[in-house]
């Protein structure tokens, strides 16, 4: 007796490998409905191995460390070093071992709603978060390379678990922390993509809430950027004091 469509179905949602018999078999069947149906399981395959790949690939550095005799490695990143108001927020991150988060890469990469995703199961699945937080005043004093590397110190020390390796994107700290630095390192590696998605999202969530505090600035579109509509609001209605004032559109207009 042949299959039923919702059948069929039930047994492609179990199938695991691209070999297995069944698949060839239901490919030939003269149902469009069923044909169609092992057209997106194929699909749905493709794009499994391709995310474990890239998985395995952005694992290349936790698994050389590990090999060195390393267990908590903690990813580093930081947010906001461009716009021209708000805070720089960086995040350093520990991975559980059992962790898999396929799909995870650098934050800029993501859509909102993919960022704000992993956002949640890191902070429900990841073994240890830490934040740091450098506010505009401090970015004009001490400058903005310097305030994020201050913001990403502060993040390794709210750890509540000490790291014994460091893997960071593109700078290098000074402190008691064996480290790595790595060019592009949010998309080279899952622990940095971690910290990049941690950060990314805090500092968002802190521009919405001046949004709603400075309505007329546009906050929740650009979150600080120099967008032209943020660059009129500055000249319209002055600089606040979350603003930047070392950098030059706000020193200008502001």
Known sequence: MKKSVREIKEELDSIQEASHP????????????????VRKWKK?????????????EMNNYETSAKKSGYQKIA????????????????????????NRFLGLTDSKKLSQKKREYFYDLLKNEALDIGLGIVEAETIDKINIYEASKTAMK??????????????????????NVPQESIIKGDSKSVSIAAASCIAKVTRDQIMMDYAR???QYGF???KGYGTKE???????YGALPIHRRSFAPVRNRG
Do not use: C, T
Not at 44 to 55: F, G, H, R, V
Not at 75 to 94: K, Q, T
Not at 154 to 175: G, R, T, Y
């Open 22 to 37: 069944s698949i060839e078999l239901f490919a030939a069947d003269e149902r469009i409905s069923v044909r169609e149906l």
């Open 44 to 56: 749905n395959k493709l794009q499994d191995e391709l995310l474990q790949k890239q998985w395995n």
């Open 75 to 98: 990813g580093v990143d930081e947010a906001g070093r461009g716009p021209l108001a708000g805070p720089v927020v960086a995040a350093a991150v520990i991975l559980h071992p059992e």
């Open 154 to 175: 502060e993040a390794l020390a709210n750890l509540k678990q000490k790291p014994d390796f460091m893997l960071i994107d593109a700078l290098s700290l000074e402190v």
């Open 213 to 215: 505090k400075y309505p």
């Open 220 to 222: 929740e579109k650009h």
């Open 230 to 236: 943020h660059l009129e609001a500055i000249a319209a």
